[in-house]
């Protein structure tokens, strides 16, 4: 079955720099590739997700690109800020509609 | 925060008991999941169900049982075979080709 890798698991920026966050997957066969924020005690929330017909999306200060042929997808927020501050899990699935294959998490701290 | 509610927010679970968490969507979405979340883990899948009155197990279904009578709803049941069922779970839902959406979640402890 799918296994999702995600890195780093904790990454700590000053505010105002980029954050990178990096997944990992091993199904060839996904092709939907979401990311959620989920802040303390409270639920995910998708911010941006992306399938395998785009190389790219970007929503404001949010990025995703997916590269297909290494299998692996990154999350880029540009500008952080205080409140971005959360942990950060992407995930794969065959389609939107199928289970989702989390990777752990990554704890972003953003520094002011 | 409307559209897919759990309940309840926080349940305390004595040894050898059974426990049955809520799960009620009014989104009209077909798919429902449950997920299980421990810190440093991620998210893990439970039970989820495509269809009513149709369920598939997920990675960690040993000791957890659900049922699908209704489209709007899908309880997890937390069984005495469940030895360390102290988590927090979640349960989503979504429509064909787009994104899950999450209930506010279930916060479980054993006492």
């Known amino acids: 079955g799918e296994n999702v890798e995600q890195h780093p698991s904790t990454l700590s920026v000053q505010e105002g720099d980029s954050a990178v966050i990096k997944c990992t997957y091993s199904d060839s066969a996904s092709n939907y590739f979401p990311w959620y924020k989920q802040e303390l005690g409270k639920r995910p929330q998708l911010i941006i997700d992306?399938?395998?017909?785009?190389g790219e999306k970007k929503d404001q200060r949010i990025a995703v690109t997916l590269n297909k042929t290494a299998k692996h997808f990154s999350l880029h927020i540009t500008e952080t800020q205080p409140e971005d501050s959360a942990v950060y899990f992407c995930a794969a699935s065959i389609s939107g509609n199928t289970p989702l294959v989390f990777g752990k998490g990554t704890r972003l701290s953003v520094i002011a | 925060d409307g559209g897919i509610t759990q309940s309840p927010k926080y349940l305390f679970r004595k040894e050898g008991q059974n426990v049955t968490l809520s799960c009620e969507q009014n989104?009209?979405?077909?798919?429902m999941y449950w997920y299980r979340q421990d810190p440093g883990q991620g998210l893990r899948l439970i039970y989820y169900s495509q269809i009513v009155n149709d369920f598939q197990k997920g990675d960690i279904a040993e000791g957890y049982s659900v049922s699908r009578e209704k489209k709007e709803s899908f309880p997890l049941t937390v069984t005495s075979a469940q030895k360390n069922p102290t988590a927090f779970y979640l349960c989503a839902s979504s429509i064909a080709e787009d994104e899950q959406f999450f209930g506010p979640g279930t916060r479980l402890t054993v006492l």
């Open positions: 989104l009209n979405h077909d798919a």
């Open positions: 992306i399938r395998s017909n785009v």
